[in-house]
């Protein structure tokens, strides 16, 4: 059973910069495509950035400019480096593969997350 456990989350003031992590187990980890989601209070879980195999990324306008998804196949380890930090990326941010087409699930249990907080 694959696990993904995110750390790197913190509070940092507006126009700072975090960089989370998301380790996974398993050992077929660099064939997937994985993302990073968040979902912020009374908010639903939303798509934030996405990162293939081959290392092509995605990422949703909001974000667009300033995160950036990277992955370390040999660590199997994705990370998101977050600059320019602003009170609504505040959210619990979490990893895992993109959701399926047409059932909408990811392949992997969602993990604890990581909580991010940008405030004054």
């Known amino acids: 059973q694959v696990q993904l456990v995110e750390s790197g989350g913190g509070l940092v003031h507006p126009g700072g910069s975090l960089r989370l992590a998301c380790a996974a187990s398993g050992s077929i980890f660099s064939i997937y495509s994985m993302c990073w989601y968040r979902q912020a209070p009374g908010k639903q879980r939303e798509l934030v950035a996405t990162i293939t195999s081959g290392g092509s990324t995605t990422y949703a306008d909001s974000v667009k400019g300033r995160f950036t998804i990277s992955r370390d196949n040999a660590k199997k380890t994705v990370y998101l480096q977050m600059n320019s930090l602003k009170p609504e990326d505040t959210a619990v941010y979490y990893c895992?593969?993109?959701?399926?087409?047409?059932?909408?699930?990811?392949?992997?249990?969602w993990g604890q997350g990581t909580q991010v907080t940008v405030s004054s």
């Open positions: 895992n593969t993109p959701q399926g087409p047409s059932t909408g699930r990811v392949l992997y249990n």
